[in-house]
């Protein structure tokens, strides 16, 4: 069957969600975008026979057969961040699509239960918290917590889930359902260049970096900007600038991490206004749990010494954070048995599955960026590195069902 063919479901869904202002996807938790592709997703899973319902948390499962305990699942996300790639997340669930749909084709018939499962609010970009669906469904999120978060515009999730439908009181764990899952597999674009650097099209995840989130919020004295002189000044945005600088210096410092503010917004945000406050949102991520809090205590200190030379103070508060994930050791030697010697790379991107495997056995599978480029409209996967992951994930069903 012709590549193009086989991704035909990433051709459906090219036009969904198109951010004109940012260039690539702009797709959030029960906004338009994200509602059209839910819709797509049930009659997608429902021409392949597949049963679909809605959790308590928003997660989409499509059942190959009847529900059950000891389950093989597999899937990923549809959301993007604000202006994100066509590949980060779909392509993991067209891929599963896609895959169950070729078992169908070939006879094949499974001896345990089977799913593809949608989650909700991967990126965080609506609430703020990535992995949301995982995050509850495992309860790594206190339902109370979550039920509070905001989006930018002063809806609660608890306002949000109301509106799409679900009951708020019952956001949060959900045991019975995690019980379902026997193993859970995520293909997912690779998010880096491992894969281009050694010349291979698929590769088997062993881990996945410690990261986390931070609000830095440094506060000063609003003002004029034009009858307030320069040495009377007490300006966070100044003192931010400075903090920012610091966050790439301390990252250097650290041989591995990584660190990036992606995010500020200046209170109360006028042209001619000096700035009262100034928040600025940190990522930080390294190999292990230790380096990670040690590079942030690092940013930290850096940004409490900008503040005080500009007259100002800072505190960093903590949003979210992940612990550093081994993948199932077992599961990634059956994958090497059933698709050969294909490599094995950490990552230093946050996922769903890594939610999921402080609960269950769970594996990941990369497919080749080409141009080593996420979380931007140039994210992309050759057409014939797209079907090879298809057909790694095939095999790999085959074998576990």
């Known amino acids: 069957m012709p590549a193009l063919q086989l991704l035909s479901g990433l051709t459906e869904i090219a036009d969904v969600g198109r951010d004109r202002r940012r260039g690539g996807y702009s797709r959030h938790l029960w906004q338009a975008a994200d509602l059209e592709l839910r819709s797509w997703f049930v009659e997608r899973a429902e021409r392949l026979g597949l049963q679909v319902e809605t959790d308590r948390n928003g997660n989409l499962w499509a059942w190959w057969g009847h529900p059950g305990t000891d389950a093989v699942v597999t899937g990923s996300h549809l959301d993007s961040v604000p202006g994100g790639g066509a590949y980060d997340g779909p392509l993991g669930v067209i891929s599963s699509l896609e895959a169950i749909g070729r078992l169908q084709a070939s006879g094949f018939v499974p001896t345990r239960p089977c799913a593809v499962l949608m989650f909700a609010e ?37 306002e949000a889930a109301r509106k799409f439908g679900l009951n708020p009181a019952q956001l949060g764990a959900d045991p019975d359902a995690l019980a379902r899952i026997g193993l859970f597999i995520e293909l997912h674009v690779e998010q880096g260049r491992g894969l281009i650097d050694l010349g291979q099209p698929v590769a088997v995840a062993s881990s996945i970096l410690a990261h986390g989130r931070w609000r830095l919020t440094v506060t000063g004295q609003g003002n004029h900007a034009g009858a307030t002189a320069m040495a009377q000044r007490r300006d966070p945005m100044v003192a931010t600038a400075q903090a920012i600088v610091g966050v790439q210096a301390a990252a250097r410092s650290f041989p591995g991490t990584r660190a990036t503010i992606g995010r500020i917004e200046a209170i109360p945000g006028g042209t001619n206004v000096i700035a009262s406050s100034v928040h600025a949102w940190l990522d930080a991520r390294a190999e292990t749990d230790e380096e990670t809090r040690l590079l942030v205590a690092d940013i930290e200190a850096r940004a409490q010494q900008a503040a005080d030379q500009n007259g100002c103070s800072a505190t960093l508060a903590e949003e979210s954070w992940a612990g550093a994930v081994q993948f199932t050791p077992g599961l990634r030697e059956r994958f090497a048995q059933t698709l050969g010697q294909v490599p094995q790379l950490s990552t230093g991107a946050g996922h769903d599955a890594g939610v999921l495997a402080a609960h269950v056995p769970s594996a990941m599978l990369f497919v080749r960026n080409p141009t080593g480029i996420s979380h931007a409209p140039e994210e992309f996967a050759e057409a014939a590195d797209c079907v090879a992951g298809i057909d790694a994930l095939e095999l790999v069903l085959r074998d576990l069902l």
């Open 122 to 158: 991967e990126e965080g970009s609506r609430f703020g918290l990535a992995c949301l669906g995982s995050r509850l469904l495992t309860g790594a999120l206190d339902a109370d917590q979550a039920r509070a978060l905001t989006d930018h515009d002063g809806v609660t999730l608890a």
